[in-house]
Structures are given as structure tokens and as C-alpha cells.
């Protein structure tokens, strides 16, 4: 038979055997901020882009931040979570960033009733969209701008886009997911400009 002295210990160890089961790394939450760009002038006036849809992959359709370790693996990270969902935070930026680009007028998520201008829809397809910290994070979007008046397609493109992580924490993705959103913003821009510019 085991002493009350054993029997104490074994009770204990198991106690704390629990006790650090039971406790779990603390969540923390991350944004994506808009980015600066050039304002462009020579957008039409009465010109509208509504930006949308924009679709991802199955496995960024979750609120963890999902890193690549390999060309062939993916991390979920189960304590570090984007506030309010990735895909959220996508669609917000990148209408954020292209109202400090084209104008805020000029920018929205659904169409006028009875638009008076020239609407460009741009639908956003993204690809990939993922880094691990001390590598490169990568943005890779097709996406389409159509002339909603004329039902015509007016420009399709596929780029990929390359931010250096500069640090090996979360916080430098982060960082690098807003830059490249920025960056993706800034060729949008420059080609709706390009299609609706004065004398277009």
C-alpha cells in the first residue's frame, strides 16, 4: 500500500499534470490597414468602380493566420486570428486603399440605381495569399474590370506580387500583407485611370 505521503504526491503531480493541460496560449488578434498611394487626377469625374466580387481559396476562408513553411505546407495558426475574418479584412483595405487612389466618390461595394457615368466593376479572384516570417510573403490575384455599360470585358490581368519580410514575427506579415495589398491597389488604379481617363 502506497503512504498518505505517495498517495499526496501522486495527487498533486496529477493536479498540476492538469492544470497546464488545461491552460492554453492567449489569442491574440491582428487588422490590415490601408496603405498611402498616389492620388490619381486624370480619373473622369462622373466615373464609378464597385469593387466586388472577390473570392479566395478554401483555405484562407477561415480567421487564423495561414503561413506556408514549405511549397507544399500550410499552417494554420491557431492563436494568432485576423479580427473580424480574413476575407473581411481583404475586401475592407483594398476599398479603403482604391477611395485614397481614384476618390472616394468614385468608389463603392454595390452599384447606383441609375448610375450617370461610366461603372467599371472589378472582380477580384486571389490565388495565394500567404508568407512565413523571415521569407517572402506572396499575393497572386487574377482579376477582371468590366464595363458594366457596354457588358464588355475592358481589362484582365494575373500578377503576382512579392513582400520581403523583414523580421521573423507575425507582426512583419502583417505588415507585408498590407504593402501588398497597397501595391495591388496601385495597378488596379493605374488601369482604371488608363480605360476612363478624359478622352477615353
Known amino acids: 500500500m502506497k503512504s498518505i505521503r505517495q498517495q499526496a504526491v501522486v495527487v498533486l503531480a496529477a493536479g498540476l499534470a492538469l492544470g497546464c493541460l488545461g491552460r492554453s496560449a492567449p489569442v491574440r488578434f491582428y487588422t ?7 492620388s490619381l487626377n486624370s480619373v473622369a469625374e ?10 479566395f481559396p478554401r483555405y484562407l476562408e477561415r480567421p487564423h493566420l495561414v503561413t506556408r513553411p514549405a511549397a507544399s505546407e500550410l499552417k494554420i495558426n491557431e492563436f494568432r486570428r485576423w479580427a473580424g475574418g480574413f476575407e473581411s479584412n481583404v475586401r475592407r483595405v483594398l476599398v479603403d486603399n482604391l477611395r485614397a487612389r481614384l476618390g472616394q466618390q468614385r468608389v463603392a461595394t454595390v452599384p447606383l440605381v441609375h448610375p450617370s457615368g461610366s461603372v467599371f466593376r472589378v472582380i477580384i479572384d486571389i490565388l495565394q495569399f500567404e508568407g512565413n516570417p523571415g521569407n517572402d510573403l506572396i499575393l497572386r490575384v487574377h482579376w477582371i474590370a468590366q464595363d458594366e455599360a457596354k457588358g464588355t470585358r475592358a481589362w484582365s490581368e494575373q500578377i503576382t506580387i512579392r513582400r520581403p519580410l523583414k523580421a521573423e514575427d507575425i507582426t512583419s506579415l ?7 495589398l497597397g501595391q495591388l491597389s496601385d495597378v488596379i488604379a493605374a488601369r482604371i485611370a488608363s480605360l476612363s481617363g478624359p478622352g477615353v
Do not use: C, F, T
Open 32 to 38: 490590415m490597414s490601408p496603405v498611402e498611394g498616389r
Open 46 to 55: 462622373d466615373l464609378l468602380v464597385v469593387v466586388g466580387p472577390v473570392s
Open 174 to 180: 502583417v505588415a507585408a500583407h498590407d504593402q501588398a
